[in-house]
């Protein structure tokens, strides 16, 4: 691809993220809240992959996809309303949190400008997964099975209480 084709597919891929991820805020249906959290995730790994990071790419279409789905599930086993059309209520905080997200981009803009960017003249590893996972089983072995460890006892966590207990 030539080097105008990556970048309107970068800002075509950046403003589609962004436009969802504002979405998800501003939505009062939950469930189209987290239809365009699946299109941000979606904008995301098309910019991995012109990041020429195809695992990572992968990665987040498969796992954050999956997320979402459960997301889905989990907003309409709590809401339990007949009506979807308001389950994601706004409340009076959004100025100050508009305040807050501006102070953050300014800080994060003043950090990236006054930083100096040291540029790697490496190339760029062809077939990356099965390096990754060489590093992972190998370096990172302690690491990567706390994590699982972590996600397992999340996700049986999400699942007591999504289930809720009940009085004898």
């Known amino acids: 691809m030539s080097e105008w084709g990556l970048t309107v597919a970068f800002y075509s891929l950046a403003t589609i993220t962004v436009a969802s991820a504002i979405g998800v805020v501003r939505k009062s249906n939950l469930v189209h809240s987290a239809l365009l ?71 994060t803009l003043s950090v990236i400008a006054t930083t100096p960017w040291h540029y790697s003249i490496a190339m760029t590893i062809e077939d990356s997964a099965p390096v990754i996972a060489r590093v992972l089983l190998t370096e990172y072995m302690i690491a990567f099975e706390a994590t699982a460890v972590l996600l397992l006892a999340a996700m049986v966590g999400a699942i007591v209480l999504a289930k809720g207990v009940e009085d004898k």
Do not use: K
């Not at 789905?69 to 309409?76: E, H, Q, S």
């Open 37 to 107: 959290l699946a299109l941000c995730f979606v904008g995301v790994s098309g910019l991995y992959v012109l990041l020429h990071a195809e695992f990572l790419a992968a990665v987040q279409l498969l796992i954050y996809s999956g997320a979402v789905a459960v997301i889905m599930v989990l907003g309409i086993m709590l809401t339990q309303r007949s009506n979807m059309n308001d389950t994601n209520p706004s409340n009076d905080r959004s100025r100050w949190a508009v305040a807050i997200c501006g102070m953050f981009t300014l800080v």
